[in-house]
């Protein structure tokens, strides 16, 4: 198919080990990856209602159409499916990674895949083109993610070295295959184990190598010597070029460091990602979850690079652990956890953290569920609970954890995040604004070009859908600020954004391009709201403007609110932790605050945000906000009416869903009690 896509979905069935297709076309108006994996998961999945490690619980994998072409900073994998982290339900929910994965899918000639049942015993799933088989992982039991690549690569591809040529039953090779697996901790069905890829590419939120090691998964690696045609080449070149003109030449991310070697994911053209003499790929919350002694850093002290590798063997959510391992220590300072203590931390030794062997030890006695390894598997907010602090530890702050048992991740001031991961099912971790505003704090020149009533003026003629409202940058307390309408709209905007052109076209968060609205550390001026579609046209030869993207995030986004509705989502069950509510609450650093954890990098504000009070406009850092409790519920209301969905509930309306072209989605929530009621008629 000449338009970006394959035209084929693998179906793979674990308890019969037999595969079948989908054809692609069948879901291609949900455009690619978060779209079409939610729409298969409502045609498969008939009890929406069950937990993550149920063997009906149906996963999918998806690409976009522009994976694996030349199209720029493109080309991760989304996964959808219910999900185990979440506390205190199993929500449908979603992850993505990047790397290789994704184009090595579609050049062995699939979009994506769907996973579905249980095998009897442990195994992996090998695809070379188009031919799909099921493999014994019982050699590759208990092996940690990089051992059991290694494994399958010599088993694949034998001794071959990157660059030797590999014949193929259709064509030949240089590759090794692309791989997704779980270790230990995905096999004892933890709720904070990941999914990884080559040395440093993860799934790491929603706990799927959890359901993986619940239907017996331990891998799947594909290998494919196909490519992937696009149906406009000069319009994607001159989009290329158009792109490059307005990226500065030198990128300003950690790969500038000469201590680094740069790596990138396919398609990038400034890659971020980075290896050393000590650590390989990772670049985020990764590369310094494991921060105690040396304190947060782009480049951490030794024995944190070393724990990053350690994090990714082990395949566990490296934000899940910076939050818990900071969490034992409050503990143990207070007195109530160690050896003999309350809380028995056997076998940690607390004396000896910050040390790389008390990171290593923390982290196997989670993958093997030994002494307290076995509670925080089951994450920090639910060893809480078994605990008997959950509410108290919340209260107070020292279980960091605003919402849905998510650690804390650039919550407030940019309310944008806060308020986006409450109304979904996790820590939303995109970084739509807080990109703009980082920018700004760090660059007084920039906010002298782009004054705040500038900015609100120029985002207001950006914000396609919602455009024309500058109060949406409104990011004080005042009457048009954070729990107005205004802000309703920009968080409707961020989240039907988010949708589609991040997790269904599948653009790059971390590249300062996706969106872009104002010069930035990589480009010389915005890009965004004419590059999305000017990219996702010339790969599928589609004529979708900027805004039509923006509908199909909101048809998908009602999806998924439905999906959530007949799992017993209620708006009375999106309630941050009472310490979002206190002093100190604000930013500090990324995944902390100035509540009784330690701040390990007080520094920061993660930006200066547009504030309007008396008449005028003024730049803000916030440093000191809290969250009102009758401000948030007068936000979600607003929220509601903005997305057309019952605000009592937080249910869609049928009147909603049918506008959408949804009407067998609104038939079902009739059947089950769980539509949104219709709003009162007004009198003509």
């Known amino acids: 198919m000449a338009n970006g896509y394959t035209g084929q979905i693998l179906r793979l069935d674990l308890t019969t080990q037999t595969t079948s297709a989908i054809e692609t076309k069948k879901y291609e108006e949900w455009g690619g990856g978060n779209g079409i994996g939610t729409a298969i998961f409502w045609d498969l999945c008939r009890d929406k209602a069950i937990r993550g490690t149920d063997p009906r619980n149906v996963l999918c994998l998806m690409t976009s159409p522009l994976a694996g072409t030349a199209a720029p900073w493109t080309g991760r994998t989304e996964i959808v499916g219910i999900g185990i982290q979440a506390y205190p339900f199993d929500w449908f929910t979603r992850s993505n990674l990047a790397g290789r994965f994704g184009a090595m899918l579609k050049a062995a000639g699939w979009d994506g895949m769907v996973i579905e049942g249980r095998a009897n015993a442990l195994c992996w799933v090998k695809i070379v083109n188009d031919k ?248 920090a907010v639910r060893a809480a609970a078994k605990w008997g602090r959950i509410d108290e530890d919340l209260d107070s702050g020292i279980l960091n954890f605003p919402q849905w048992g998510y650690f804390y991740h650039l919550g407030i001031p940019g309310v944008e995040w806060s308020f986006g991961s409450l109304v979904t099912d996790r820590d939303v971790n995109e970084h739509t604004l807080q990109k703009t505003f980082g920018w700004l704090a760090t660059d007084k020149a920039v906010r002298e070009r782009y004054p705040a009533e500038r900015l609100a003026d120029l985002m207001a003629e950006k914000l396609v859908t919602f455009e024309g409202d500058p109060f949406m940058m409104d990011f004080g307390e005042g009457p048009t600020g954070i729990y107005s309408e205004h802000k309703a709209k920009l968080i409707a905007w961020d989240r039907h954004y988010g949708r589609f052109w991040k997790q269904s076209a599948m653009y790059c968060d971390r590249s300062q391009l996706y969106p872009s609205w104002i010069e930035n550390q990589r480009t010389t001026d915005g890009l965004t709201p004419e590059v999305e579609p000017r990219l996702f046209n010339a790969v599928t030869g589609k004529n979708l403007s900027f805004a039509d993207g923006m509908t199909i995030g909101r048809r998908i986004l009602n999806l998924t609110r439905a999906i959530w509705a007949l799992q017993g989502r209620h708006r009375d069950q999106e309630q941050f932790a009472n310490f979002m509510y206190k002093t100190g609450a604000a930013y500090g650093g990324c995944g902390t605050t100035k509540t009784r954890i330690a701040v390990v990098n007080p520094a920061p504000t993660g930006g200066v945000y547009p504030v309007y009070e008396r008449g005028a406009w003024r730049y803000d850092e916030l440093k000191e906000m809290v969250l009102n409790r009758a401000g948030v519920e007068a936000f979600k209301t607003h929220y509601f009416n903005v997305e057309e969905w019952d605000s009592a509930t937080g249910w869609p309306r049928r009147s909603t869903l049918e506008k959408l072209g949804l009407k067998r989605v609104a038939d079902e929530l009739g059947a089950q009690g769980k539509l949104g009621a219709e709003p009162p008629r007004t009198a003509a």
């Not at 709720?191 to 080559?198: S, T």
């Not at 160690?338 to 006695?365: H, N, Q, T, V, W």
């Not at 030994?370 to 509670?375: K, L, M, Q, V, Y």
Request: glycine content about 12%; hydrophobic content about 40%; proline content about 4%.
């Open 132 to 379: 799909v088989t099921f493999e014994d992982a019982r050699n590759l039991k208990g092996l940690d993610c990089w051992e059991t690549q290694m494994d399958i690569w010599s088993g694949v591809s034998g001794n071959r070295r990157y660059g030797e040529w590999l014949p193929l039953e259709k064509g030949y090779t240089t590759q090794r295959p692309a791989v997704l697996c779980i270790s230990r901790a995905g096999e004892n069905m933890s709720r904070v184990a990941a999914i990884v890829h080559d040395a440093g590419d993860a799934s790491g939120q929603c706990g799927f190598g959890g359901v993986w090691g619940a239907k017996n998964l331990k891998a799947i690696a594909v290998l494919g010597t196909g490519s992937v045609e696009v149906a406009d080449p000069n319009a994607l070149m001159e989009t290329r070029l158009w792109m490059k003109s307005r990226i500065k030449p030198v990128d300003a991310g950690p790969a500038v460091n000469p201590t680094f070697r740069a790596a990138g994911c396919v398609g990038c053209a400034t890659p971020c990602r980075q290896r050393s003499a000590t650590n390989n790929d990772s670049q985020c919350i990764e590369t310094y979850w494991y921060a105690s002694r040396s304190g947060i850093d782009r480049f951490p002290a030794p024995q944190a690079k070393r724990a990053t590798d350690l994090i990714q063997r082990h395949g566990i959510n490296a934000v899940e652990a910076m939050g818990a391992h900071q969490y034992l220590k409050a503990l143990y300072q207070d007195g109530v956890l160690g050896a003999g203590k309350k809380i028995d931390s056997a076998p940690l030794a607390m004396e000896s953290y910050g040390s790389l062997g008390f990171a290593e030890e923390y982290l196997r006695a989670i993958a093997s569920l030994e002494g307290i390894g076995a509670d925080l598997a089951e994450g």
